[in-house]
């Protein structure tokens, strides 16, 4: 079965301080593709950042980046320099073949709420 | 508009009745999703359109629910014999096409069943 595992329903982080959301995910397909997404408190979700499982490097967007250890499955989240505007809710998702489905469509994760202090 | 559009923004409604929900996708997207957002969780999948067909409707709880995308833009899904249960946000999401890294989601539908 597919699974996404997020640790950390709350954090508390200084602006200016870089900040892991941590992600572990589980699937017995080869082929995969990790996804970090924010939702604000407005309910959009706003894609962040895209790994696939055959990536050799790790992906990196502006101020986020998704440290990807495939041995140990993690796909964490990496912020820096945070801001008062990365206050949000923040989902891992992996799209695969999901247990009596397709692979199309994302398994997401239960998220970490992060809020930023000044 | 530029982004995915939901329509209604919310919708209240008896136990029992019907409901659609509507979403407009990015033009020229091919791929369409719905998701289900419960208070606390992570959205949860319901169902794929690649142009106008479901490719994959896995994800629908059971047979209340129902989505048709008959021009391969517009989508709706339906919920018939709504229950409590039912309520949630519904998130629509569109991408170029199939496979596609980057999906653009919708502000979503907050349905309430009182």
């Known amino acids: 079965a597919q699974k996404i595992t997020q640790t950390q329903p709350g954090m508390f982080v200084q602006e200016k301080e870089a900040v892991t959301l941590d992600c572990t995910y589980d699937t017995s397909d080869q082929s995969y593709g990790l996804f970090w997404y924010k939702q604000p408190s407005s309910g959009e979700m706003i894609f962040l950042i895209y790994?696939?499982?055959?990536?050799?490097q790790n992906a990196t967007e502006g101020r986020y980046s998704l440290n990807f250890q495939k041995a140990r499955k993690s796909a964490n989240l990496v912020i820096s320099a945070s801001q008062l505007g990365d206050s949000a809710m923040y989902f891992c998702a992996m799209r695969g073949r999901r247990t009596g489905g397709g692979a199309d469509g994302l398994t997401f994760g239960k998220g970490t709420h992060l809020i930023i202090q000044p | 508009g530029a982004g995915v559009s939901q329509t209604p923004s919310n919708k209240v409604t008896e136990k029992g009745k019907y409901v659609e929900l509507r979403c407009d996708p990015i033009s020229g997207h091919t791929a369409l999703y719905w998701y289900r957002q419960s208070l606390g969780q992570g959205p949860e999948f319901l169902i794929y359109f690649q142009g106008t067909g479901a490719a994959d409707d896995s994800g629908l709880p059971n047979d209340r629910f129902f989505a048709v995308r008959p021009e391969g833009s517009v989508s709706t899904l339906k919920i018939q014999r709504t229950e409590r249960g039912d309520s949630a946000v519904y998130l629509c999401a569109s991408s170029l096409g199939r496979g596609d890294t980057e999906a653009f989601f919708g502000q979503g539908t907050r349905l309430t069943v009182v």
């Open positions: 790994q696939g499982s055959y990536d050799e």
